[in-house]
């Protein structure tokens, strides 16, 4: 069984800092390409960060580019979003996915939607307040 779960979500102030967990189960985060996504209440699901299965290349969002950072630490096989300077639209329920069968190429577009992720978790809530 292969399943991925995410933590760390909560409040946090603006210019403040959060960090995202993704905790993988089943598979190893440094063989798969992984992301994470989000979703604004009332929004349309948006890419935010990606990591490519071999070389780890990350690729971000204009959205997010400069105040994220996407890593993964295979020892703990563990996929995290940092957040720097959130601002109030980050506000989302955040989501780590996983490519496991390999429809993404050597490379991984931020902005190319969910359909070549197939393991989703449950998701985990950030609230930056104003």
């Known amino acids: 069984q292969w399943q991925v779960v995410e933590s760390g979500g909560g409040l946090v102030q603006p210019g403040g800092s959060l960090r995202l967990s993704c905790v993988a189960s089943?598979?190893?985060?440094?063989?798969?390409?992984m992301a994470w996504f989000r979703q604004a209440p009332g929004k349309e699901r948006e890419g935010v960060s990606c990591i490519s299965r071999d070389d780890g290349d990350t690729y971000y969002a204009d959205s997010v580019r400069g105040r994220f950072t996407i890593s993964r630490d295979g020892a703990k096989n563990t996929v995290y979003l940092q957040m720097s300077s959130p601002k109030p639209e980050d506000t989302a329920v955040y989501y780590c996915?996983?490519?496991?069968?390999?429809?993404?190429?050597?490379?991984?577009?931020?902005?190319?939607?969910?359909?070549?992720?197939?393991?989703w978790g449950r998701g985990t809530q950030v609230t930056v307040s104003s």
């Open positions: 089943g598979f190893s985060v440094k063989r798969y390409t």
């Open positions: 996915a996983a490519d496991l069968f390999y429809a993404t190429g050597s490379y991984c577009d931020p902005t190319g939607g969910s359909s070549n992720y197939d393991t």
